[in-house]
């Protein structure tokens, strides 16, 4: 069985969910799909042991040798970003029982936990895959799933935010159809590792740096990188608050990982980085980014909303190690994926716990909440010190990587500017700690019980996962290195 | 002029798509955004499907005595691509009768006012 | 085209806006067949001018007829157009020129699709052969976007069980479909040929256009019908949709048992040839099974939409009855 692990990472989920219409009952739903997902887990676990031994994984679906069938690769990169995936989906759905109960009703909780599965299948579909096609059909499965999570919202701001998420993702997936037709008609092929030998004889072409440009256009508005990224606050703020923690940890990461995926394995360094000004490009729309997202996150009264604003930020930080186009740059990168996944999980997951039990997520609501919920809160202040990049904290160590790599490209006023926007965070962080532990509760409004069990476990699974990775950085850094080591071998 | 002779037909494909994609961000009324997804997606699908296309050949169907076929693999793909197409127009559609329901009008401006409406006192928010 | 494109933007009644949307989809699909996309213009016309205008017709007669005037940021849109526009005619000066037999995509993957599928897979209809089985992984995708679709639709419209009503909605029903008796009749004729003509595109899709996909949409098409003519009350008599919803999972199921089976006897997922002891046997059975997962699905799933569809119009018209 174990030759074909890489198909079961995706098939499992994804043969749940029509399974879950069978099972009907909510709960038991609940347990089969949580089942689906850890076992997926566990195979992302094994594919990654298997890659860091014995080197990248070939699967060819269907018998059919690539490029004429469709090929499943495995490498560092994607076995990494399939653990986090896995990995977070799975510790999420621990405490979606109890938090759904309470926002979405009865008969379309089964509805829900379909659209999860085929969502996470969806992810763990684009990044497995070999074959450029086939990330586009995956891609439409994880955003129409998307599109229904964020609509079952009970506000009805999530109606039109999820429209809006809609109309964006569908035309950035066309731009990326586009993209894909255009090295197609130019190479005859659609399987990557094909497309990067035979891209070279057509890369100067315009017809090539015009797909290229479309590639990364609509992978940009999946990304939310900014000026792209207007659909993403509201439709994090008004989902069911699950789907958010779900979706702030990981959905960014798959886009991203296509722009890492296309850029240096398909198109090439030399080609990516010379024919085109992309680095300066991405420079640029990073720190914008970073410090126009941040200062607009100061200024927001709904939590879910400063947390998405920070998340528009942090994909600036992953862009910027991008635009160093250096080995430890995309070392940084991808450790900022990792290491930004555990923050925002745990912060939107103790989101979840105060959803729960207050009801809202406006700052003012947290009002003497750090008596009323000491462990949520504390998981807050946790999370909110590793968002800022404390030692001793996950953000710490991607924020360092991000400062080296940039020192060892001669930039010093970039590490400058990287902890300025360090500075920002503090503010953010520090509004909703000042609400929840300095302001008394407001009077007349009923004191509240800290969260059950059941979302604090996953809640502190998560917070401390921060602190681990944040202080053992072996395994993360390990992978993430000899991920990044290995896209410039392959590429140069 | 055979540049022209030979490129004509992608160029007409372009103007389509060129209008769909006007449709989708000038205008506010939402079904009409979704019209024009339609269009811009379908102009897509003739792009594959003119890649496909070789001249003098036949739809690749096997018959006995003919060699010339059309490319069937962007075929396959646009396939595809329709169905994705349709799945989206459904949801889309889907949302746009909540959308009806929850705010009784169906514009993009007047949606957003409505929004705006609501967190009136510390508005920050905008596109 | 370009006329009814253009049409579309100007022309402010949502009502024949869809309906040139409709005539749209039916002239690309003639542009199809001119190309030799067969497959491609089968599924356009029952998709695009077909189940896609009916949707929309729904949804229009739910939400209104007119639109607003004031066609914001006409100017930024514009411009954002011309530069995207611009960079794809800037793209095409370096393509291979248009039915060129020498272009890259004729002579690198797509000719073992042509000359040598007939012996790998022994299926007339090439597109069948590609889509099924060398990349029958994208289909069993297709396939789940569409059961997604089901899904994610489901969960926005579906609406609690609200047997007070039903009354109203009977009363609703009946006062639409006194009126057209002749049509019920003929439309009653019709069906039963309707479903037989989705069985033979289903099971001819290896030799002419034609497959699950296709059926599929037919099909559902002979149900909407009955639906449409008889009302949702009595089409909820003949399927009911905890049924419909069964089947829905059990076409993605299906397919997906397929890939299984072909892993457990040895080959990798959604290897037919392993399927039986002769390869092309193998792979015919393989073809014959996920298409029909595919007809399935696509046949519930779309059948699903159009109950939600109008069962949320029904909805709101009790509603309105009842705050009268």
Known sequence: MLVHLPILQVIVPLIAAPACLILRRPKLVWLFALFASSLAFIISILLLQQVMTAGTISYELGGWSPPWGIEYRIDKLNAFIALIISGISTVVLLAAQTSIEKEIPKDKQPLFYILYLLSLSGMLGIVTTGDAFNVFVFLEISSLSAYSLIALGKDRRALWASFQYLIMGTIGATFILIGIGLMYQMTGTLNMADLAVRLPEVAETRTITTAYVFFIVGVCLKLALFPLHFWLPNAYAYAPSIVTAFFAATSTKVAAYLLIRFTFSIFGISFSFTTLPIETMFLVMGLLGIFIASTVAIYQDNIKHVFAYSSVAQVGYMIVGFSLSTPAGLTAMLLHMFNHALMKGALFMALVAIMYRVGSSKINDLQGLGRQMPLTVAAIVVGGLSLIGVPLTVGFVSKWYLVVAAIEKGWWWLAGLVLLGSLLAVIYVWRIVETAYFKAPILGQQPVKEAPMAILVPVWLLVSANVYFGIDTRFSVEIAASAAKSLFGVAQ | MTMILGLYNYWVVIVLMMIGFYIIIAHGHLIKKIIGLNIFQTSVFIFYISVGKVEGATAPIWQEGIILYSNPLPHVLILTAIVVGIATTALGLALIIRIKEAYGVIDEDEIQAMDNQAMVNQDKEHQ | ?324
């Open chain 3, 1 to 324: 085209m370009v006329g009814i494109a253009l049409a579309v933007n100007q022309i402010k009644d949502m009502f024949a806006v869809v309906m040139l949307a409709g005539i749209y989809g039916l002239v690309s699909a003639s542009f199809f067949v001119a190309m030799d996309a067969v497959d491609v213009a089968f599924t356009e016309a029952s998709v695009g001018a077909g189940i896609s205008t009916l949707l929309m017709l729904t949804t229009v007669a739910m939400t209104g007829r007119t639109e607003h005037e004031a066609s914001h940021k006409p100017l930024l849109a514009l411009i954002l157009v011309a530069i995207t526009g611009g960079l794809l005619i800037y793209g095409t000066f370096d393509m291979p020129y248009f039915g060129s037999a020498d272009a890259a995509v004729h002579n690198h993957v797509a000719p073992r699709y042509i000359y040598d599928s007939m012996k790998e897979i022994g299926v007339p209809n090439m597109v069948t052969s590609v889509l099924a089985s060398y990349r029958g992984f994208d289909t069993f995708g297709e396939v789940t976007v569409i059961f997604t679709a089901g899904i994610g639709v489901l969960a926005l419209l579906s609406v609690a069980q609200r047997p007070k009503d039903d009354a109203a909605i009977e009363a609703i029903n009946d006062s639409m479909h006194e009126k057209h008796l002749i049509l019920r009749v003929a439309i009653k004729t019709m069906i039963p040929f309707i479903l037989l003509y989705a069985f033979y595109v289903q099971f001819h899709g290896d030799y002419g256009p034609g497959g699950g996909f296709q059926a599929g949409v037919i099909f559902a098409a002979a149900i909407i019908m009955y639906a449409m003519l008889f009302g949702l009350s009595a089409a909820r008599r003949v399927i009911t949709q905890p049924f419909v919803q069964l089947l829905s999972a059990l076409g993605v199921l299906l397919y997906g048992s397929v890939g299984v089976v072909s892993m457990i006897n040895g080959g990798s997922f959604l290897d037919y040839s392993v399927l039986a002891a002769d390869p092309i046997a193998g792979q015919h059975l393989g073809i014959l099974i996920i298409e029909l997962g595919v007809g399935l699905t696509v046949a519930s799933v779309m059948i699903i939409i159009f109950f939600s569809f109008s069962a949320r119009r029904e909805y709101q018209q009790a509603n309105k009855g009842a705050s009268l």
